[in-house]
């Protein structure tokens, strides 16, 4: 089968939803919708025996194959892995959205629409090899989301949030391209797997690290990394199915992708472990430390995505490190991309269904604001069940699977200061730490979340709505997803056999050609020598007595100053940006055209001047002159004065009799130097333009008619006497650098024999090269044609007429 | 206060036929001697101009009934058509063609397609400077 195709269904499905939208009213469009990611699901399921063995299922189609650009479907664990979480995640957010929007009241064209969409976009990006396509399918993650978040377009918050998510997200997608395109250059192809395999030439080539650092700016900002994970709290503005499908299960992930699959390709590099698992650590304390300041569950749980992705991240990070220590060597590192896949599917499934609780309160009750709620154990006690289940997996407590991952998490990272290259085996112990402290406040913050809303007392008159429990079919989706996270807790090792391996031997193919060699087993115990259990415990004493106390330190967070916040430096970026581009744009936009000018005029002379130089073309030689004569040199003379009183006359008068004058001896040149036919038109057009120039003087206002001598400025003096001195020093040497021959004297041997005639200038204008001619006078009928537009056609003067007629 | 312009109408209709002379021969000497379409038009609308001059719009639209943009159209439309002429004898854009007569009262002599052009580009020059005066002129 061609997978490549399926890529496109959910695309064409939302084609077809607005017709379903208007023609079928009684039925919710949801659940035609639902249909696709169902049987998108069971399709790939159907290879899962396929990639267990190691195999994969490759199948493309020609887009633009002359600059060899197409859509390749390559499905290995990987993509498999993801394919599965989008189409599955994505069909319990279709049936979950069918209860939670409203059928009368929100536009779900819409909306469908813009969810099929974004999954069309996910499967892309997680199937392709090619890095265009992948590109391609990543920006269209950027703007489906965008839509998504948006979707309650009248809302201040929502347009504010999409916005934001745009362009941070946009910001990382173009910095990837860049990343692309290099490494597209450095190993002359655009496939993913060939690049892997000659990954080791390419960690040669000088821009290595640069592609490396733009690769992952892109999938930094994409998975909501520190400091790029300030959209996300904001992106909850969206509907909460939204919310639950995209920032918790998927689009978030496809950072995550991007780092696991280019690891092969750059996971020799120094720069590539530490930024991976650096970042990853720092935004999993920071997410699990400002969740605790958040009031709004979904605030809480978008700070909780943040850190969790942190966590992944940074153990990403870690398996890259299994690139140095080789296989033979027992070390931990190759668990750590198997902990990494592990746990994000555990976190799909636990904040998948954290966040439709979430939603379920909401809709319940009418706030999501945890101040107002408590006291809904017994008024809702399924939500409570499922939501229980889901928090203690996040804070990673027996028996849910948020339990195992977090055991291996705490192995990885207690062994990172053995790895003793890097500089690891110093900073490293600092690891271990942030880790152990970023696990103590996910468990306080998961406690936070559930407890906070489910216990204590009751507020009715706090809430907007009379709780009750939830309807069936909107419960159906979060128990699905919970009963996943138990299960995955007591059968491990066959999930890890299906899913995880094959994905991991994707992520390490330098460790294993098939993930059947992978030998690691999922245990739930340790033993109780193993120092994670001892940290676990120490994770939830620690958690637990700073739970008891929260309400004592909580308000610590009101005195972290206000101006110590990303969103404050973004909000600062986006301001500074505004008003600083407005500024600069005024201080050189003045409006004045004498400032245009001024401009204009620098630039040339600059610019010409400094290449003559540069190029050493200026030269002077006096060898071609020809002998000056009297009646030149008196021709001359008036020229000048006639154009210094232009300059310095009082009256306008006077320039304007002084220009004519100029023009005058202008002809008188032409006559001395042989042009009878320009002397005869110099003349007549200068009468004209004289003419014309006194007619426009005596139409002048006289309100403002003082006889001004022109002013003296000095820039304009500087830039006049610039372009002067550069028309002079070009035309200088053009003339002492005559490198070709003229034509003319082809012109006079033909003029009689080709031409018939006699006079070369006219032969020339309307014989040789008479097509100028031709446009010549198009201009001037165009001029001629113009100014009886301007006299005759004066449309706001008929406008004042008629609006004088109407009173 | 009505001034008498009689000299001045008097020596114009005299002198507005030697100008018009003048600007007729300078555009068919124009081809071996100075002149050409150019200056000839001009010369042209500078007898006319002596007219408006002498004269006022009015009369000057009685006595010479044209329609000067329509002018300019036709003038491009003879160098466009010169122009495009040469299509039709299968050789390039623009080429003109010449050839000798002996003509009666003048004698031997070149007729020659750029004599048309630069014909255009006379009726064009009339057109366009009559069309600026006239609307200039006009406008209050």
Same mark, same amino acid.
């Given at each position: 089968m061609s997978?490549?195709?399926?890529i496109f269904?959910?695309?064409? &499905?939302?084609?077809l939803?607005?017709?379903?939208?208007k023609?079928?009213?009684?039925?919710?469009?949801?659940?035609?919708?639902l249909?696709?990611?169902?049987?998108?699901?069971g399709?790939?399921t159907?290879?899962?025996?396929?990639?267990?063995?190691g195999?994969s299922?490759?199948s493309s189609?020609e887009?633009?194959?002359?600059l060899?650009?197409?859509?390749?479907?390559?499905?290995?664990?990987?993509?498999?892995?993801?394919?599965?979480?989008i189409? %599955?995640?994505?069909?319990?957010?279709?049936l979950?959205s069918?209860?939670?929007l409203?059928?009368?009241?929100?536009?779900?064209h819409?909306f469908?629409?813009?969810?099929?969409l974004?999954?069309t976009?996910?499967?892309?990006v997680?199937q392709?090899?090619?890095l265009i396509s992948?590109?391609?399918?990543? *920006?269209?993650?950027s703007?489906?989301s965008f839509?998504l978040i948006?979707?309650?377009y009248?809302r201040?918050?929502?347009?504010?949030?999409?916005?934001k998510?745009?362009?941070?997200?946009?910001?990382?997608?173009l910095?990837?391209l860049g990343g692309?395109?290099?490494?597209?250059?450095m190993?002359?192809?655009y496939?993913?797997? *060939?690049?892997i395999?000659i990954?080791?030439?390419?960690?040669?080539?000088?821009?290595?690290v640069w592609?490396?650092i733009?690769?992952?700016?892109?999938?930094?900002t994409?998975?909501a990394?520190?400091?790029?994970?300030?959209?996300l709290p904001?992106?909850?503005?969206a509907?909460?199915?939204v919310s639950?499908?995209?920032?918790?299960?998927?689009?978030v992930?496809a950072g995550?992708?991007?780092?696991?699959?280019f690891t092969?390709?750059?996971?020799?590099?120094?720069?590539?472990?530490?930024?991976?698992?650096?970042? %990853?650590?720092?935004?999993?304390?920071?997410?699990s430390?400002?969740?605790l300041k @958040?009031t709004?569950?979904k605030?809480i749980?978008?700070?909780?995505?943040?850190?969790q992705l942190?966590?992944?991240?940074?153990?990403?990070g870690?398996?890259?490190?299994?690139?140095?220590?080789g296989?033979?060597?027992n070390?931990?590192f190759?668990?750590a991309?198997f902990?990494a896949?592990f746990?994000?599917v555990n976190?799909?499934t636990?904040?998948?269904c954290?966040f439709?609780?979430?939603?379920?309160?909401?809709h319940?009750t009418?706030t999501r604001? +945890?101040?107002?709620?408590?006291?809904l154990m017994?008024?809702?006690?399924i939500?409570?069940?499922?939501?229980?289940?889901g928090?203690?997996?996040?804070?990673?407590l027996?028996?849910f699977n948020?339990?195992l991952?977090?055991?291996?998490?705490?192995?990885?990272?207690?062994s990172i200061p053995?790895?003793?290259f890097f500089?690891f085996?110093t900073?490293?112990?600092?690891?271990?730490i942030?880790a152990w402290i970023? $696990?103590?406040?996910?468990?306080?913050y998961?406690f936070?979340?559930v407890?906070?809303?489910f216990t204590g007392?009751y507020?009715?008159?706090?809430l907007p709505?009379k709780?009750?429990?939830a309807?069936?079919?909107?419960?159906?989706?979060?128990?699905i997803?919970?009963?996943?996270v138990v299960?995955?807790f007591f059968i491990?090792?066959?999930?890890?056999? +299906?899913l995880?391996?094959p994905?991991?031997?994707a992520i390490?193919p330098?460790l294993y050609?098939?993930?059947?060699e992978?030998?690691?087993?999922?245990?739930a115990?340790?033993g109780?020598?193993?120092?994670?259990l001892?940290?676990?415990i120490?994770?939830?004493?620690i958690g637990?007595?700073?739970?008891w106390?929260?309400?004592?330190?909580?308000?610590m967070?009101e005195?972290?100053?206000?101006?110590f916040?990303?969103n404050?430096i973004?909000?600062?970026?986006?301001?500074?940006?505004e008003t600083?581009t407005h500024?600069?744009?005024?201080?050189?936009?003045t409006?004045?055209m004498?400032s245009?000018?001024i401009? #204009?005029f620098?630039?040339i002379?600059v610019?010409?001047?400094s290449?003559?130089?540069?190029?050493?073309?200026?030269?002077?030689?006096?060898a #071609?002159l020809?002998?000056?004569?009297?009646?030149?040199l008196?021709?001359?003379l008036?020229?000048?004065?006639g154009?210094?009183t232009v300059?310095?006359?009082?009256?306008?008068?006077?320039?304007?009799?002084?220009l004519g004058s100029?023009?005058y $001896?202008v002809?008188?040149f032409?006559v001395?130097?042989?042009?009878p036919?320009l002397a005869?038109t110099?003349?007549?057009?200068?009468?004209?333009s004289?003419?014309?120039f006194l007619?426009?003087?005596?139409h002048?206002?006289?309100? /403002?008619r003082h006889?001004?001598?022109?002013k003296f400025?000095?820039?304009?003096?500087?830039?006049a006497?610039?372009?002067?001195?550069?028309?002079t020093?070009v035309?200088?040497?053009a003339h002492s650098?005559?490198l070709?021959?003229s034509?003319?004297?082809?012109?006079e041997?033909t003029?009689?024999?080709?031409?018939?005639?006699? /006079?070369i200038?006219?032969?020339i204008l309307v014989?040789?090269?008479?097509f100028?001619t031709?446009?010549e006078?198009t201009?001037l009928?165009?001029?001629?044609?113009?100014?009886?537009g301007?006299i005759?056609l004066?449309?706001?003067?008929?406008?004042?007429v008629?609006?004088?007629e109407n009173? | 206060?009505k001034?008498?312009?009689?000299?001045? @109408?008097?020596?114009?209709?005299?002198i507005f036929?030697?100008?018009?002379?003048?600007s007729?021969?300078?555009?068919?000497?124009?081809h071996y001697?100075?002149?050409?379409g150019?200056?000839?038009g001009?010369l042209t609308?500078s007898g006319?101009v002596?007219?408006?001059?002498?004269?006022d719009l009015?009369?000057?639209?009685t006595?010479?009934p044209?329609n000067y943009t329509?002018?300019?159209a036709?003038?491009?439309?003879?160098?466009?058509g010169?122009?495009a002429?040469s299509?039709?004898?299968?050789?390039?854009?623009?080429t003109?063609?010449f050839?000798y007569?002996?003509?009666?009262?003048?004698?031997?002599q070149?007729?020659?397609?750029?004599a048309?052009f630069? &014909?255009g580009?006379?009726?064009?020059?009339?057109?366009?400077?009559?069309?600026?005066? @006239?609307s200039?002129g006009e406008?209050?």
């Amino acid at each position: 089968m061609s997978f490549v195709y399926f890529i496109f269904i959910p695309m064409i &499905a939302a084609l077809l939803i607005p017709f379903l939208y208007k023609k079928v009213c009684g039925i919710h469009t949801g659940w035609f919708v639902l249909v696709i990611p169902v049987v998108l699901f069971g399709l790939y399921t159907t290879l899962l025996s396929n990639v267990q063995h190691g195999e994969s299922v490759t199948s493309s189609f020609e887009w633009i194959p002359s600059l060899n650009i197409s859509f390749v479907s390559y499905i290995d664990g990987l993509s498999l892995l993801f394919s599965l979480l989008i189409t %599955g995640i994505g069909a319990l957010v279709v049936l979950y959205s069918i209860y939670y929007l409203d059928k009368t009241r929100e536009q779900l064209h819409n909306f469908y629409v813009y969810l099929m969409l974004f999954m069309t976009a996910m499967l892309g990006v997680v199937q392709s090899d090619h890095l265009i396509s992948l590109y391609f399918f990543w *920006e269209l993650t950027s703007i489906s989301s965008f839509l998504l978040i948006g979707y309650w377009y009248k809302r201040d918050r929502s347009r504010f949030g999409a916005l934001k998510s745009m362009m941070i997200t946009v910001f990382g997608g173009l910095m990837m391209l860049g990343g692309f395109v290099l490494l597209s250059i450095m190993g002359d192809t655009y496939s993913i797997r *060939e690049l892997i395999a000659i990954a080791p030439e390419l960690a040669n080539h000088e821009w290595f690290v640069w592609s490396l650092i733009l690769v992952l700016l892109g999938a930094f900002t994409k998975s909501a990394q520190f400091p790029f994970y300030i959209w996300l709290p904001d992106a909850m503005e969206a509907p909460t199915p939204v919310s639950a499908y995209l920032h918790s299960a998927t689009m978030v992930k496809a950072g995550l992708y991007l780092v696991a699959r280019f690891t092969p390709i750059f996971a020799s590099s120094e720069w590539w472990i530490w930024l991976v698992t650096g970042i %990853g650590l720092l935004t999993l304390f920071w997410g699990s430390f400002f969740a605790l300041k @958040q009031t709004d569950l979904k605030g809480i749980l978008a700070f909780s995505t943040v850190s969790q992705l942190g966590l992944i991240m940074s153990l990403l990070g870690a398996g890259a490190i299994s690139f140095h220590t080789g296989i033979e060597d027992n070390s931990i590192f190759k668990y750590a991309a198997f902990a990494a896949i592990f746990h994000l599917v555990n976190h799909a499934t636990f904040k998948g269904c954290l966040f439709m609780i979430a939603g379920i309160i909401d809709h319940e009750t009418g706030t999501r604001d +945890i101040r107002k709620l408590g006291g809904l154990m017994s008024i809702m006690p399924i939500t409570f069940t499922i939501a229980m289940i889901g928090s203690f997996s996040m804070a990673g407590l027996p028996p849910f699977n948020g339990f195992l991952s977090k055991e291996m998490f705490l192995t990885g990272m207690l062994s990172i200061p053995d790895f003793d290259f890097f500089a690891f085996d110093t900073w490293g112990i600092l690891f271990p730490i942030i880790a152990w402290i970023a $696990s103590v406040f996910t468990f306080v913050y998961s406690f936070y979340f559930v407890f906070r809303t489910f216990t204590g007392t009751y507020k009715p008159d706090f809430l907007p709505k009379k709780a009750h429990e939830a309807p069936f079919g909107m419960l159906i989706s979060p128990a699905i997803l919970g009963l996943l996270v138990v299960a995955i807790f007591f059968i491990p090792n066959i999930i890890a056999d +299906i899913l995880i391996k094959p994905a991991v031997a994707a992520i390490q193919p330098y460790l294993y050609s098939s993930p059947e060699e992978i030998d690691i087993h999922v245990s739930a115990w340790h033993g109780w020598a193993s120092p994670e259990l001892w940290m676990t415990i120490g994770i939830i004493v620690i958690g637990f007595l700073l739970y008891w106390t929260l309400s004592k330190w909580q308000p610590m967070f009101e005195k972290i100053p206000k101006w110590f916040s990303l969103n404050r430096i973004y909000d600062k970026l986006m301001d500074l940006s505004e008003t600083g581009t407005h500024r600069f744009s005024s201080l050189y936009m003045t409006g004045y055209m004498r400032s245009y000018l001024i401009y #204009m005029f620098t630039a040339i002379v600059v610019l010409t001047i400094s290449t003559v130089f540069i190029k050493d073309a200026f030269d002077i030689s006096f060898a #071609m002159l020809a002998p000056i004569h009297l009646y030149e040199l008196v021709i001359v003379l008036v020229l000048v004065a006639g154009t210094i009183t232009v300059l310095t006359a009082k009256s306008r008068l006077t320039s304007i009799i002084a220009l004519g004058s100029v023009g005058y $001896s202008v002809a008188l040149f032409f006559v001395i130097f042989n042009a009878p036919d320009l002397a005869l038109t110099q003349l007549v057009i200068e009468t004209v333009s004289v003419a014309l120039f006194l007619l426009a003087f005596y139409h002048l206002p006289k309100l /403002n008619r003082h006889e001004n001598r022109m002013k003296f400025r000095l820039g304009n003096a500087l830039v006049a006497f610039g372009v002067g001195a550069m028309v002079t020093i070009v035309a200088l040497s053009a003339h002492s650098n005559k490198l070709v021959r003229s034509i003319s004297s082809y012109y006079e041997d033909t003029v009689y024999s080709e031409a018939g005639g006699g /006079n070369i200038v006219n032969v020339i204008l309307v014989d040789y090269r008479g097509f100028d001619t031709l446009f010549e006078i198009t201009v001037l009928a165009l001029a001629s044609l113009g100014i009886i537009g301007m006299i005759k056609l004066r449309l706001s003067k008929k406008k004042e007429v008629n609006r004088n007629e109407n009173k | 206060m009505k001034t008498n312009d009689v000299i001045l @109408q008097t020596t114009t209709k005299v002198i507005f036929f030697i100008i018009i002379l003048f600007s007729i021969h300078i555009f068919f000497a124009g081809h071996y001697a100075p002149g050409g379409g150019f200056v000839g038009g001009l010369l042209t609308s500078s007898g006319i101009v002596l007219l408006l001059l002498a004269f006022d719009l009015k009369t000057v639209s009685t006595m010479l009934p044209i329609n000067y943009t329509v002018m300019v159209a036709i003038g491009l439309l003879i160098a466009l058509g010169t122009a495009a002429g040469s299509i039709f004898f299968n050789v390039p854009f623009f080429t003109h063609a010449f050839e000798y007569f002996t003509l009666p009262l003048l004698g031997k002599q070149s007729l020659h397609t750029a004599a048309l052009f630069d &014909a255009g580009v006379y009726l064009v020059v009339v057109g366009v400077t009559m069309t600026i005066i @006239q609307s200039i002129g006009e406008d209050e």
